[in-house]
C-alpha cells in the first residue's frame, strides 16, 4: 500500500504560482508513476500530469503544457507539481496518484485526498 498526501494548495491571484507536494509513505515510489489529476465540483477529474519511473518522461494535458511542471524525489518519496502562471480556470482539487502504469488515463492504484487550489480573476 502507498498512502499520499498532497499540501500545497490554496488561494491566490491569477498569473501567481504554486508548487504542490506529494507526500507518499509505505512504499517507496521509486518503481511507480506519479501523476496529478484535478477534479472540479460536479465535473470529471482531469488528467493534469504525470511523470514516470526513473523520470525520463512526463505527459501534461494540453490546458497546463508550458505552464506546469511534474517533477518527483525518490529520495524524499515526493512528488510535485509547479503551476506558474494560474488562470482562473485552473481552481480545482489537485489529487496525486501513483500506479503502475504511466498513462494519462486514471487507472492508478493510490490516490491522495486532495488540495484545494483557488484562482482568482
Known amino acids: 500500500q502507498v498512502q499520499l498526501v498532497e499540501s500545497g494548495g490554496g488561494l491566490v491571484q491569477a498569473g501567481d504560482s504554486l508548487r504542490l507536494s506529494c507526500a507518499a509513505s509505505?512504499?517507496?515510489?521509486?518503481?511507480?508513476?506519479m501523476a496529478w489529476f484535478r477534479q472540479v465540483p460536479g465535473k470529471e477529474r482531469e488528467f493534469v500530469a504525470a511523470?514516470?519511473?526513473?523520470?525520463?518522461?512526463?505527459y501534461y494535458a494540453g490546458s497546463v503544457k508550458g505552464r506546469f511542471t511534474i517533477s518527483r524525489d525518490d529520495s524524499k518519496n515526493m512528488a510535485y507539481l509547479q503551476m506558474n502562471s494560474l488562470k482562473p480556470e485552473d481552481t480545482a482539487d489537485y489529487y496525486c496518484?501513483?500506479?503502475?502504469?504511466?498513462?494519462?488515463?486514471?487507472?492508478?492504484?493510490?490516490w491522495g485526498q486532495g488540495t484545494q487550489v483557488t484562482v482568482s480573476s
Open positions: 509505505g512504499r517507496t515510489i521509486t518503481n511507480y508513476a
Open positions: 496518484a501513483a500506479g503502475r502504469i504511466f498513462t494519462m488515463g486514471d487507472p492508478y492504484d493510490y
Open positions: 511523470i514516470r519511473w526513473g523520470g525520463g518522461m512526463t
